[in-house]
């Protein structure tokens, strides 16, 4: 069965960094395109990044560009977010995702397969 574990997460202050990865099991990694979602209480889950199967094509939200770089390594079955100059407003559990279909997605629904999520707070 698939199973998706994402790691990293914590309690950073407001300007740090941190690296989330999402490791793979149960399926063809290199056949699925990946994301990254996240969900803040009270509010619904969100698109953060995704990226195509062998890493050629990646997609952003507004809200992180230029700050969260996507990544995958094939070789290890594992997605990073590597997340730059965080924020309050990041705070949220973050969810890595799977899709056994060639183009990138942003929505929740196109997603079948999803991990438990890892917290991240970033204080003020």
């Known amino acids: 069965q698939v199973q998706l574990v994402e790691s990293g997460g914590g309690l950073v202050q407001a300007g740090g960094s941190l690296r989330l990865s999402c490791a793979a099991s149960?399926?063809?990694?290199?056949?699925?395109?990946m994301g990254w979602f996240r969900q803040a209480p009270g509010m619904e889950r969100e698109f953060v990044s995704a990226?195509?199967?062998?890493?050629?094509?990646?997609s952003y939200a507004d809200s992180v560009k230029c700050r969260f770089t996507i990544s995958r390594d094939n070789a290890k079955n594992t997605m990073y977010l590597q997340m730059n100059t965080l924020k309050p407003e990041d705070t949220a559990v973050y969810y890595c995702?799977?899709?056994?279909?060639?183009?990138?997605?942003?929505?929740?629904?196109?997603?079948?397969?999803w991990g438990q999520g890892t917290q991240v707070t970033v204080s003020s």
């Open positions: 995702a799977a899709r056994n279909i060639p183009v990138v997605g942003t929505a929740p629904h196109e997603y079948a397969c």
């Open positions: 149960g399926l063809t990694f290199s056949s699925y395109t």
């Open positions: 990226i195509s199967r062998i890493g050629r094509s990646t």
